[in-house]
């Protein structure tokens, strides 16, 4: 009797339609190229023959060689496997041990190389028939350990299956060619001549011509696009170029579906069911990017740039063929570029055309009232922006941040006496931490949502009309002391109540009372923004020194300097009240004022 071989056992296997855990966690897509295996048959150098299994559409990755019974957690998917057999002929061997108890006088027949081929063709004798042996015998047993290799291969994710010639067997043995077909698993002969190293080479040469292949196209791409996006009808034309270089359909779609244009050869109505889909989940604040698969095509959706909470973005989706990968690379750099075309930029020129005429009205005599309709909103709110120290945001990161053009430095206080009929609170631009230049002031729509930056203390007005901007200045200028003196990211100012006291007082006899009141400070700016900006820090020295960005000590000397001149008592709680209702009713008077 021959030494006993290394038995392997034909245990259960899982059905190709139920791959097992190792094969069920290959979810990543092969990093190479595919290469067809029709390629590698068309090669008369390697000699390959296919002789089972599904003859199109097939690609292949890369190679793994593998003599292993069970090779499965060495698979990564993709891969043409090669073996030589041995590992059958270690299974024929240890079912032969174990058929040789009951076969008789007829055993000597399959004993002599233990090669599956010998097994399947070559057994004669008095033997009884697979069926009919106690123990399942050689052929049935036989028959399943292949049927399960091959079964656990396929769920594994190989492509095809190279069997060598020699030395081991001479023939592919015939069951393995029924269950490649049964199973769906492409078999190819590899003959003696062809080494399997010179098929792993021929696998990476045909990998590396694809590679190159692939950057070809995507750089050709990349040119095409570039260049339609320099055309005058540039977005219609980005899509022309993507559908010619993804070889699919594109499109540019809203959240709700509509069409803004597409190109490509026309999809079906499931393709743009299931893309209208995509372009409103990726619009509406989902993620960036989205992706679909149907039998014949794999969609992927980009969400342009300019979404935010309150702005639904337009959607490039691109159908293309599931196994493409460079279309949809390709699909990335449009998607980049229909962004800088179809995002908020690209309504700039308009829109500055619309304030500089705005501005030209202006120049010419035009009330601000005449100009609001050319501003775009009917509501605005002032915002004044001042740079921590330890910031690098620029100006223009704060205008994006903002989502708004129109940002300018705040300009420095001429120094003298302010006239009387304007002499409210807040009306001189006191010194700052930083120099005044480091101030910004923006105009933003009302309907923008505005939260604190980092890097910047913001201070906002209430949304006003455009005739009532000037006001809104000082309140955001005030907003911005107490959020400097409070250390806080962000102070709004809060209109008051229209149902409030101020409601109870005509506004003539208010404004005349506010400035008899205050006559005697109306010479001096200095005095009333201290007095403004003290009172609304409830009388509070350190943060009102912060505010004005001068001394403690001179904040305490203009205070007693203003209860000289007004001759009151300013730690009377009826006292500031008034005072402060009449700051106040000045503030608003001067908004009123043409």
Known sequence: MPQQQPQVPPAPHPSPGAPGPAAAARTVPPSTPPVALSDLLARTDLGLRQIAGPREGVAIHWVHTSEMADPVPYLLGGEMLLTAGMHLAEAASGTEEKAEPTAGAGADTATAAGTAAEVDSDATGPSPAPDASPDGLLLGSLDAYLDGYVARTVAAGAAA???????????????????????????????????????????????????????????????????????????????????????????????????????????????????????????????????????????????????????????????????????????????VLLSLITGPAANAGQVGADHSAALAELLLGARPAEIGPLLGHPLWAVVHAEPRRDTTASPAALAAALDTPLVARCPTAAPGPTPPARAEAGSERPTAPHPPSSALRALVPADHELTGHPGWTLGVSEAVPVTELPAADRHAASALRRALAGRVPLVQHR????????????????????????????????????????????????????????????????????????????????????LWFALRTLDRGTAQEP
């Open 161 to 335: 299956l190279g069997f060598g010639i020699a030395p081991v067997h001479d023939t592919v043995p015939r069951a393995l060619v029924a269950a490649c077909d049964r199973h769906g698993l492409p078999l190819i002969e590899v003959p003696p001549a062809t080494p399997f190293t010179a098929v792993e080479s021929a696998v990476w040469q045909a990998v590396t011509e694809a590679r190159h292949r692939e950057l070809t196209r995507l750089s050709e791409a990349q040119r095409a696009l570039a260049a339609a996006a320099a055309r005058p009808d540039p977005a219609p034309a980005v899509l022309r170029a993507l559908a010619r270089h993804a070889h699919g359909w594109t499109a540019l779609l809203s959240p709700d579906g509509t069409e803004h244009g597409t190109a490509g050869p026309p999809p079906t109505a499931a393709c743009r069911a299931a893309a209208a889909h995509l372009a409103g989940v990726v619009g509406r604040g989902g993620p960036s990017s989205a992706t679909d698969t149907l039998p014949d095509a794999h969609l992927t959706a980009y969400a342009l740039t300019g979404r935010s909470p309150r702005r639904e973005a337009p959607a490039l989706v691109v159908a293309a063929h599931p196994l493409d990968p460079p279309a949809h690379t390709i699909a990335g750099v449009a998607a």
């Open 495 to 578: 209109p008051p109540d229209p149902h409030g006291i101020t409601a109870l007082v005509a506004p003539s006899d208010a404004r005349h009372h506010a400035q008899t009141l205050l006559a005697p400070l109306a010479d001096s700016s200095a005095l009333l923004a201290t007095l403004h900006n003290w009172l609304s820090l409830h009388g509070n020295w350190d943060r009102t020194a912060t505010a004005l960005g001068v001394h403690r000590n001179t904040v305490r000397q203009r205070v007693t300097r203003i209860a000289s001149l007004l001759d009151t008592d300013l730690d009377d709680p009826d006292v500031r009240m008034e």
